[in-house]
Each structure stands twice: as structure tokens, then as C-alpha cells.
């Protein structure tokens, strides 16, 4: 699913991951929490980057 640049889109990517998270579709969680982190300003940045690092741990 494809999320559109613009002011909330740093908490769009974030709730996308959550759900697709909890769903266990780990790869595309990933790739929607590293959007996350890529936009550093935004209240949501350090927990992406736990879920993130979890994920990354897990699938190595």
C-alpha cells in the first residue's frame, strides 16, 4: 500500500506498520517503520526504530 508524502505521512507509515506488524507480514512492516526513520522529526521515530531493530534481529 502506498502511502503519499505530505505532513502526516511520517504517522501514516507508522500506523500501516503497526497493523501489518501485528499481522506478522514482517518485511513490509520494515520497509513502512524505515519510512518512519527516514523522517526524523516526528513523534513516532523512536519507536519505529525499536520495532524496527526488533524485526531486523528476528529475520537474521
Given at each position: 500500500m502506498k502511502v503519499e508524502n505530505?505532513?502526516?505521512s511520517?504517522?501514516?507509515h507508522?500506523?500501516?506498520a503497526r497493523c501489518i506488524h501485528q499481522?506478522?507480514?514482517l518485511e513490509e512492516a520494515l520497509?513502512?517503520?524505515n519510512s518512519v526513520i527516514d523522517k526524523v522529526n516526528n513523534n513516532?521515530?523512536?519507536n519505529a526504530l525499536k520495532y524496527a531493530g526488533?524485526?531486523?534481529y528476528f529475520l537474521e
Open positions: 505530505g505532513r502526516h511520517a504517522d501514516a507508522y500506523y500501516m499481522e506478522e507480514n520497509s513502512h517503520y513516532n521515530y523512536e526488533n524485526i531486523s
